[in-house]
């Protein structure tokens, strides 16, 4: 057993930070290295579900490893307090919050002051470093460029243009990919106890998404709501049917956002009435209003993040199902990834050309892509539905 069990299909990756753990390791032991392994910023990137936070996790884990002979060993007290957060020298931070707050990035650095209790290093791992407005990331830069020298900064985004220039550049740079789908099956098997061939389908359906391949083993009634949302957007026919669809479609999506989000957002409430000295029933007085309205600002914001994760979920499983619908076309000996739909796969490879299918791909490519955008929602879906009817 090892630290770098879970980290799976990143071996460029992998390699870099064992050789750098290799080297932070003979720096306590006063070994004098010219090796520029180890550094004390590191910026771990990747696409989501690519295991960017394992990643990071495993590499302080192996820095505060106590093993004397396998660095990350996944069994000491170093690395078990690492990998369940407990580590007294690591501030293990990952928020909901769709901004990190600049008192936040100031607690950081006031952690990265303190030297570690335990004898290693002190470790500020942050797993959301691309959710920081300029002024907070000019502060954080500041505690990057001079950190005292058993201070190590671990920061994770999604990529390296997440975060300000100058920040980056004082950081080592760790890539992940999108892990084979083989790779990804072998890890579900491992944690979930499931045969290949369904821990195949899984990480297959999920595009190597770690994380909802783990969903989709854990609860089939996801698979189920899959093929239902497929299925009904393939029986559109009609741009009028397309615009009732897709508003029934983000009302449902929305509801069920801000469903989850309800007891949160009261409970912050809640407790930014509690900091103000007020009690629950007492109203707001407007000389203090301004904070609220800044909570409920913030709030607002991550319900648009929330509401657009399900909605990208959706166009990954209609291009995972017209990417089937292609191989049936080109004549590819290939097992189609939607194997439970094969039916409905060759009828649909049936009725349309390869052309067709390609135009519909690259429409709901587009699709993802400008989700991420500020164009309304509607439009996006609107516009994408009109193309695969046409
Ligand atoms: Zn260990």
Not at 16 to 43: D, F, I, K, P
Not at 51 to 76: N, Y
Request: with cysteine; aromatic share 4%; hydrophobic share 40%.
């Amino acid at each position: 057993m090892s630290v770098w069990d879970e980290v799976v299909g990143q071996e460029k990756a992998v390699a870099a930070l064992q050789e750098a753990a290799v080297h932070a390791r003979a720096t306590l032991n006063g070994v004098e290295t010219a090796s520029r392994a180890m550094t004390h910023a590191w910026l771990v990137t990747g696409p989501p579900g690519s295991g960017r936070s394992t990643a990071a996790r495993a590499f302080v884990a192996a820095l505060q490893c106590t093993h004397p002979q396998v660095i990350g060993c996944g069994e000491c007290d170093g690395c078990r307090h690492v990998m369940a957060k407990t580590h007294p020298d690591v501030t293990d931070f990952a928020t909901e919050k769709s901004i990190i707050s600049i008192e936040e990035v100031r607690a950081f650095m006031h952690n990265a002051q303190s030297a570690p209790s335990q004898g290693k290093w002190r470790v500020i791992l942050l797993e959301d470093a691309d959710r920081m407005q300029e002024r907070t990331s000019n502060l954080l830069l500041k505690a990057i460029e001079e950190p005292p020298a058993r201070t190590v900064w671990v920061l994770c985004a999604p990529s390296p243009e997440d975060l300000i220039t100058t920040i980056r550049s004082r950081c080592r740079q760790v890539n992940l990919r999108i892990p084979p789908v083989k790779q990804v099956a072998q890890l579900l098997m491992r944690r979930h106890g499931v045969s290949y061939e369904d821990a195949y389908q899984a990480a297959a359906l999920a595009q190597s998404h770690i994380g909802i391949a783990s969903k989709l083993i854990t609860d089939p009634e996801k698979l189920h709501d899959r093929y239902t949302q497929i299925e009904s957007i393939l029986d559109i026919d009609n741009i009028g049917d397309a615009v009732f669809y897709v508003e029934e479609l983000l009302k449902e999506n929305k509801e069920n956002v801000e469903k989850d989000l309800a007891t949160r957002n009261a409970r912050e409430e809640a407790e930014l009435k509690r900091t103000l000295g007020l009690n629950d029933t007492e109203r707001i007085p407007p000389a203090l209003r301004s904070q609220l309205t800044q909570l409920q600002e913030e709030q607002k914001r991550r319900v648009t993040r929330a509401t657009k994760d399900p909605l990208d979920q959706l166009l990954v499983n209609l291009l995972s199902f017209f990417r089937d619908v292609m191989v049936i076309q080109t004549g590819m000996n290939h097992p189609p990834i939607n194997q439970g739909y094969v039916n409905l796969l060759e009828n649909v490879a049936r009725g349309s050309t390869l052309a067709d299918t390609y135009r519909k791909v690259t429409a709901i490519e587009t699709a993802r892509k400008r989700l991420q955008t500020n164009t309304s929602i509607n439009l996006v879906f609107e516009a994408l539905i009109a193309d695969l009817i046409r």
